[in-house]
């Protein structure tokens, strides 16, 4: 079995600021996703990797950076954070395509 | 427009129940389907794939997938307390990594 990590686990930013939130896997998976997590709006993707170095975009990218530099992390930028926006980002890796994805315990946003 | 819905939206069944829970897809090129299942304060985990036409059982967990009319069902037997969660359905097309999630249906088993 493998684990995926997220750091850190609770954060608080102000309005305008830039912040980072960070994904490590040990399942040698090849594709990372992060998700965005809204109360009564299930998950959202934001970006997603299929291998090191690369980059896609999912629906809700806008406001957001990623960087995959290693096969085992993936990281989220918030370019600028958001008034009251709270919200939970979830990263999760796969094998491939069409396999199932493995959820890390997620990081909570919260922003003055 | 959401790609995946679920229904309901909350449900409570007793200890020892039933429990059904359903998905729609409003896109034809979705194939592949997941049920995953969230408790609070964790991130989902997979219940089961389903990805032909038919009935699939994991232990008390049994999914059946109908393409034609983009329509996948979770029932749960037996249901225990430790159920209670949030349930997600989601979907792909082939080749894409692309998933979409619903907005989950909320399960309370009362003990």
């Not at chain 1, 954060?11 to 997590?37: A, V």
């Not at chain 2, 080749?95 to 088993?109: A, D, I, P």
């Amino acid at each position: 079995g493998g684990i995926i990590t997220q750091t850190p686990k609770f954060l608080i930013g102000q309005e305008g600021q830039k912040l980072t939130l960070k994904c490590q896997q040990n399942f040698n998976h090849d594709t990372m996703y992060w998700y965005r997590q809204d109360s009564g709006k299930g998950l959202r993707l934001i970006y997603y990797s299929i291998t090191e170095n690369d980059l896609q975009k999912g629906d809700l990218s806008e406001g957001y950076d990623a960087s995959r530099e290693k096969k085992s992390s993936f990281s989220l930028t918030v370019t600028s954070a958001q008034k009251n926006e709270m919200a939970v980002f979830l990263c999760a890796s796969s094998l491939g395509v069409q396999d199932t994805q493995y959820f890390g315990p997620g990081t909570r946003l919260l922003v003055l | 427009q959401q790609k995946v819905q679920q229904s309901p939206e909350s449900l409570s069944v007793p200890e020892g129940g039933m429990a059904s829970l359903n998905c729609t897809s409003s896109d034809r090129n979705f194939q592949y389907f997941w049920w995953y299942r969230q408790h609070s304060g964790e991130g989902p985990k997979a219940l089961m794939s389903i990805f032909s036409d038919g009935d699939k059982k994991e232990g008390r967990f049994t999914a059946h997938l109908n393409k034609a009319s983009l329509h996948v069902s979770l029932h749960i037997r037996d249901s225990q307390p430790s159920d209670s969660a949030l349930y997600f359905c989601a979907a792909s097309e082939p080749g894409y990594q692309n998933f979409y999630f619903g907005k989950g249906t909320s399960l309370t088993v009362i003990p």
